[in-house]
């Protein structure tokens, strides 16, 4: 069964802080690995998809990367504004469009 | 102006009413979705759509159902709404890949 989990729950961080999140999946055909970031009562916002082992993909102060078993976002001197709750998802080789999400990570990082 | 659009933003109901959220976008995919989120269950697939003529059922479609009335709109309907069903619901479209998903800002249902 395809499965997504991330880790922590929650992370605090000073500004400026560096620090990785981390998104383990099992699933049977990787058709891609998105991340996104959303705000509290809004739609999560694309920030990144990696289709292959070794991908690596960047924005501003977020990177992330791409295992055959998991996937890091890292964040590099955070700003309080990029407090917010990271999801990370999977689209396995059904064609379903179907997306399987993990719980998130929740991070707050303060000035 | 947002690319996914949906109406109501919030709406409070009684148990057993029938509810309509819609959808509508502005991206011509042809691929959308519904998902619901609830706090520690993360986002679950209710139904999807790759065109006009087609609808398929995600992992908790029971108490729901959804038509396809154009390509760029598609909408969620509770036809007796329940307690359990109070939740954050967003519509989602994406291209014929059906890899990158983009979502709509979210509509709050609470039956009461």
């Known amino acids: 069964e395809d499965q997504v989990t991330q880790s922590p729950e929650a992370l605090r961080l000073q500004e400026g802080e560096s620090s990785s999140l981390n998104c383990s999946y099992t699933?049977?055909?990787?058709?891609?690995l998105f991340w996104y970031r959303q705000d509290p009562g809004k739609g999560p916002e694309f920030l990144f998809t990696?289709?292959?082992a070794g991908e690596e993909k960047e924005k501003e102060r977020l990177k992330a990367t791409l295992t055959k078993k998991e996937s890091f976002l890292h964040i590099t001197a955070p700003k309080p504004e990029d407090s917010a709750t990271y999801l990370c998802?999977?689209?396995?080789?059904?064609?379903?469009?179907?997306?399987?999400f993990g719980q998130g990570t929740t991070l707050q990082v303060k000035p | 102006d947002a690319d996914v659009t949906q109406t109501p933003r919030n709406r409070i109901t009684k148990t057993g009413k029938r509810i309509m959220l819609e959808c509508s976008q502005t991206?011509?995919?042809?691929?959308m979705y519904w998902y619901r989120q609830d706090p520690g269950l993360g986002l679950r697939l209710i139904y999807y759509?790759?065109?006009?003529?087609?609808?398929n059922k995600g992992e908790i479609s029971d108490g729901y159902s959804v038509s396809r009335q154009a390509q760029a709109k598609f909408s969620l309907s509770l036809e007796s709404a329940i307690p359990n069903q109070t939740a954050l619901y967003f519509c989602?479209?994406?291209?014929?890949?059906?890899?990158?998903?983009?979502f709509g800002e979210g509509s709050w249902l609470t039956v009461v």
């Open positions: 989602a479209t994406s291209g014929n890949s059906g890899n990158t998903i983009y």
């Open positions: 699933v049977s055909g990787l058709r891609g």
């Open positions: 990696l289709y292959s």
């Open positions: 998802a999977v689209h396995g080789s059904s064609n379903t469009g179907k997306l399987i």
């Open positions: 991206k011509g995919h042809d691929r």
């Open positions: 759509s790759f065109d006009v003529k087609d609808i």
